[in-house]
T-cell receptor
Framework: DADVTQTPRNRITKTGKRIMLECSQT?????MYWYRQDPGLGLRLIYY???????NKGEISDGYSVSRQAQAKFSLSLESAIPNQTALYFC???????????FGPGTRLLVL | AQSVTQPDIHITVSEGASLELRCNYS??????LFWYVQSPGQGLQLLLK??????LVQGIKGFEAEFKRSQSSFNLRKPSVHWSDAAEYFC?????????????FGTGTRLQVTL
């Protein structure tokens, strides 16, 4: 369903370019997450946010930054993209009192 | 810190055969355990979850999983696989609720179904 949306769905960019990936949700959840997926590595957490003023680094935050513009929006930026940031990026949300994370459809990013 | 191991990178089964995907976790307290499925070109869909109570949990699409604390395992099973089950499956462990809740994923098992 479209409760968690990500834009763009696919993006090709060049090394050194700044790029922003956006995530929006209509689930009313407080918690939002950004992951990247690489073949053979599963999903790894980049950043997470428990509310608009609470942003935390995940296990692989270097080279990334985030912005929580509103409860429903959480953006991921690559300030200067490099080829090893080529991956599938997922946004997820979770309710404050829930345990389940709900994922968006993903953004496939290729850095040339 | 928690961790998840999915020892099988790739599994092939015939349509109609039974399936078991293995998942072992490491976590010091009672874990929250999840299985997600990712179909080709799609996002992650929750199959089932375990928080407490009955150790055999039922999920969508005919899947079930059994939590075995003594073996630190949460294996996913399906009695009869359908061709549409071909996908990648991820096991994940959550480090509790509230502000501490983060998911750690396994590396995934890719399921191929032969006709």
């Amino acid at each position: 369903d479209a409760d968690v949306t990500q834009t763009p769905r696919n993006r090709i960019t060049k090394t050194g370019k700044r790029i922003m990936l956006e995530c929006s949700q209509t689930k009313g959840h407080d918690r939002m997450y950004w992951y990247r997926q690489d073949p053979g590595l599963g999903l790894r957490l980049i950043y997470y946010s428990f509310d608009v003023k609470d942003i935390n680094k995940g296990e692989i935050s270097d080279g990334y930054s985030v912005s929580r513009q509103a409860q429903a929006k959480f953006s991921l930026s690559l300030e200067s993209a490099i080829p090893n940031q080529t991956a599938l990026y997922f946004c997820a949300t979770r309710a404050r009192r829930g345990e389940t994370q709900y994922f968006g459809p993903g953004t496939r990013l290729l850095v040339l | 810190a928690q961790s998840v191991t999915q020892p099988d990178i790739h599994i092939t089964v015939s349509e109609g055969a039974s399936l078991e995907l293995r998942c072992n976790y490491s976590y010091g307290a009672t874990p929250y355990l999840f299985w997600y499925v990712q179909s080709p070109g799609q996002g992650l869909q929750l199959l089932l979850k375990y928080f407490s109570g009955d150790t055999l949990v039922q999920g969508i699409k005919g899947f079930e999983a059994e939590f075995k604390r003594s073996q630190s395992s949460f294996n996913l099973r399906k009695p009869s696989v359908h061709w549409s089950d071909a996908a990648e499956y991820f096991c994940a462990v959550g480090a509790g609720t509230g502000t501490a809740s983060k998911l750690t994923f396994g590396t995934g098992t890719r399921l191929q179904v032969t006709l």
